[in-house]
């Protein structure tokens, strides 16, 4: 093939001098062979499909079984988010925190422009306008990715509203968030996501997987997003949000964070089991909010994404109905494994058996060492397809928040669910999160790790800073949300979970609406709330009197070493830690100090 030895001529009309030249400015650098503007029509997504399947970065699964829905397969060494790779870059150290990976701005540049040197050669730049909410809401935000990547382009085309409506709001607003992405050689040597948070800008380079590559998911809605919500006042947050209708039609929307592998999209997309008759759950988003102050101080949420980037394996007909029913069509599978009959197959699927894993291998489930799907192989599809799905998705006003639930998977300390004593309590809350690491990260697995606000891997700026900033609602209006804590991974001492777990949350939503309703009364304790047994409805599960004590009650001397751990880790932050956070965690030791 014929390489270019200078840009090609920029093909866009817009009407916006920035964009332009920014683009002529990556195509100088990068030179590629062709440049796309993406419009975000079907006709696009599929003639993409088309190219890719034909150059086999794609592959066409059982057309009969899952119709439109397509197998990609990543490098082994490029299948999951790389933290260790990850950078924020700004001029002082401390604005990046020690939460974050640093390096000045003028170094982060250079080691990026000298990756992306004619890294596009022989291949098409695609320019991808997209908006991060619906596009006619006041709460959502505009970017702009650059890709050499088709996988990356048709899997925003399903993540976020992409193409001609949101260049036209990019162009009338004058603002947007620039991304810059190429695949690079897959090298992990030469496979770096940097972030400039003052200039509203990302660089990454060598990976085409994710978390590292779909700009407009982690690095945009909660790196860059986290520092543009401190500068506008509001906050960007890794929360499901869900609607949870009773029996007599009203619905109470809940904002939830849990790190990784702690049922976000189960309880996202939750089936209420037949114990709960005339109760619904609508799902509005199973991964990131934005939450803003309306004009009358009520938080409302809305979900930056417009579909699913799901970890697959787990997945069946009993965990989640709703979202294995909606895999069946129209979906992008990455890295699991295939049946025989040319199915996607992934482990607990429960139907089917592999012959081909996830690396395109023969694989024979008797003698195989491994699992023949990634355990992050992953899932894109449309939101739309979510049988639970919530057209208020789409409500340019978002919806308002009677309850955050912060959460964790913990074997033992956390109990069952409790109520923050007030938001500034609640606050300590979420900065006191710890959960077990899991396949989604580089490093081992099982590792229980403080995870504030389910944010560690992704807030773009200092923590104690990010505290402080939440901190500052509870000066700025009087409606703010209940706060609760929940852990649905209590085990005993067989290792045996004591809570059923999946549609059976359901009870412990219950609990939190009516507490947020003021319907029933709580046992305060030094750790906040904690519900009376019997306000639980346990009606029809084989859960003993026992059992539900334990789940409902704490162990002093436990949490006199769980707080004391936590104020560890907020020292940890200097001088730059809110005053605040350290005295509620000191009024926490100090109530369990005297407890009986």
Not at 217 to 223: D, G, P, Q
Request: glycine content about 8%; some cysteine; overall charge negative.
């Amino acid at each position: 093939m014929h390489l270019r030895k200078t840009p090609p001529e920029n093909p866009t009309n817009t009407t916006l001098d920035a964009l332009k030249t920014w683009v002529d400015q990556v195509a100088e650098l990068t030179r590629p062979e062709d440049i796309h503007w993406c419009t975000g029509s079907d006709k696009e997504y599929r003639t993409l499909v088309s190219q890719m399947l034909a150059d086999g970065t794609l592959k066409t699964l059982n057309e009969t079984t899952y119709p439109n829905c397509y197998l990609h397969l990543s490098d082994p060494d490029d299948v999951a988010r790389v933290e260790h790779l990850t950078f924020v870059c700004t001029a002082d150290q401390q604005d990046a925190g020690p939460n974050n990976n640093w390096m000045p701005p003028a170094d982060g540049h250079a080691k990026m422009n000298a990756l992306f040197d004619g890294a596009m050669r022989g291949r098409t730049m695609y320019v991808i306008p997209y908006c991060m909410g619906p596009v006619d809401s006041p709460y959502s935000r505009c970017g702009i990715e650059i890709t050499d990547s088709p996988y990356v382009v048709i899997n925003m085309k399903i993540m976020t509203r992409m193409g001609e409506a949101a260049l036209a709001r990019i162009e009338r607003e004058g603002k947007f968030v620039r991304g810059l992405h190429s695949t690079g050689e897959l090298d992990p040597e030469r496979r770096f996501i940097m972030h400039f948070p003052d200039e509203l800008s990302i660089k990454s380079y060598g990976s085409g997987y994710g978390g590292n590559a779909l700009l407009g998911k982690k690095c945009h809605a909660l790196r860059i997003a986290s520092y543009q919500a401190r500068t506008e006042g509001w906050l960007a947050e890794h929360m499901l949000i869900l609607g949870v209708e009773s029996p007599e039609g009203e619905t109470t929307y809940i904002a939830c964070a849990f790190p990784s592998a702690c049922g976000k999209t189960n309880l996202a997309m939750m089936v209420p089991p037949a114990s709960q008759p005339g109760w619904k759950v609508w799902t509005l988003g199973d991964d990131i909010a934005w939450l803003h102050l309306d004009e009358d101080g009520q938080l409302r949420a809305i979900n930056p994404e417009s579909g699913y980037f799901g970890v697959v394996p787990g997945t069946n007909e009993k965990t989640n109905k709703n979202a294995y029913d909606m895999i069946q069509h129209d979906a992008i599978f990455t890295n699991v494994g295939q049946t025989a009959d040319g199915e996607p197959w992934w482990e607990q699927k429960k139907t089917g058996t592999p012959v081909i894993d996830w690396q395109g291998r023969d694989y024979d489930p008797a003698t195989a060492k491994a699992p023949a799907a990634h355990p992050n192989s992953r899932f894109t599809v449309s939101a739309k397809n979510n049988p639970s799905y919530s057209t208020l998705a789409d409500a340019p006003e978002g919806v308002p928040i009677s309850a955050i639930v912060f959460g964790g998977r913990r074997k033992e300390i956390a109990p069952l669910v409790y109520e923050a004593k007030d938001w500034k309590h609640g606050v300590l809350v979420g900065a006191g999160v710890a959960s077990e690491t899991t396949a989604a990260m580089v490093g081992n697995v099982g590792v229980v790790r403080r995870d504030p606000m389910a944010m560690k891997p992704f807030c773009g700026y200092n923590f104690a800073d990010y505290w402080s900033h939440w901190l500052s609602f509870d000066e700025r209006t009087d409606k703010l949300p209940k706060i609760f804590h929940v852990n649905w991974f209590r085990q005993d001492a067989d290792g045996k979970f004591l809570w059923p777990g999946f549609g059976e949350n359901l009870r412990v939503l219950r609990w939190i609406i009516d507490r947020c309703e003021g319907r029933i009364d709580a046992r305060r304790t030094p750790i906040g709330y904690l519900p009376n047994a019997e306000d639980i409805d346990t009606s029809e599960l084989d859960i003993s009197d026992e059992t539900m004590h334990a789940l409902t009650t704490i162990n002093r001397e436990t949490w006199l070493e769980e707080i004391a751990s936590i104020g560890e880790y907020l020292e940890s932050y200097g001088d730059r830690l809110p005053a605040d956070l350290k005295q509620e965690q000191q009024k926490v030791a100090e109530d369990l100090a005297k407890a009986s």
